[in-house]
């Protein structure tokens, strides 16, 4: 039975990840999962800490990504649906695990919402999350130019799984990254 345990999490963060971006994008998407939990009536330390270790290999494999996730997961004591979960948000990019809960889908779609969140929250004046609000972000997620990176058809693709519109998940991703944006750094 696996039991969340965050302090674990953290530091299975930090050996694998030194880099203080891939950090805070972790932190985004854990405050993200946590969010969208509690507004389900999920599991929030588990979707959290799903969130936090989503790219527990990147830094060390990043051509090679979610290709060595199994075995540190598995090596720290995660069980096989959280390791599944993990893997489902790269469906399409770098795995054919393809999101179908509800959890792994939540994920494959605020993942990378939360780049361009973050993307746009340092655009702002405030360079904050807390006073961005959906209408802003949504135009620069009409702005292909814009955080170019961020791929928006999986977000549109993630919305579609989750059976929620854009401006939902824009709200979600919002709001859980503002819970804990000083932790984010955003």
């Not at 605020?110 to 746009?120: I, N, P």
Request: proline share 3%.
């Amino acid at each position: 039975m696996f039991s969340p345990d965050r302090e674990r999490a953290l530091a299975l963060l930090h050996k694998h990840n030194q880099s203080q971006s891939l950090r805070s994008h972790a932190l985004a998407v854990e405050a993200t999962m946590r969010h969208i939990a509690w507004q389900w009536g999920e599991n929030e330390d588990y979707w959290a800490e799903v969130g936090l270790l989503h790219d527990v290999d990147y830094e060390e494999y990043p051509e090679e990504h979610l290709k060595h996730t199994p075995e540190i997961l598995q090596s720290a004591g995660y069980d096989e649906e959280f390791i599944r979960a993990v893997l489902a948000h790269g469906w399409g990019i770098c795995t054919d695990v393809k999101p179908e809960k509800r959890m792994e889908k939540a994920l494959y779609a605020a993942d990378e919402l939360c780049g361009l969140v973050t993307a746009a929250a340092y655009m702002r004046p405030s360079r904050s999350v807390v006073d961005l609000e959906v209408p802003s972000l949504k135009k620069k997620f009409k702005d292909k130019k814009f955080a170019a990176g961020v791929d928006r058809q999986i977000i549109q693709q993630g919305c579609e799984l989750l059976d929620i519109t854009l401006e939902e998940l824009m709200q979600l991703v919002i709001d859980g990254m503002r819970q804990n944006h000083e932790e984010i750094g955003v």
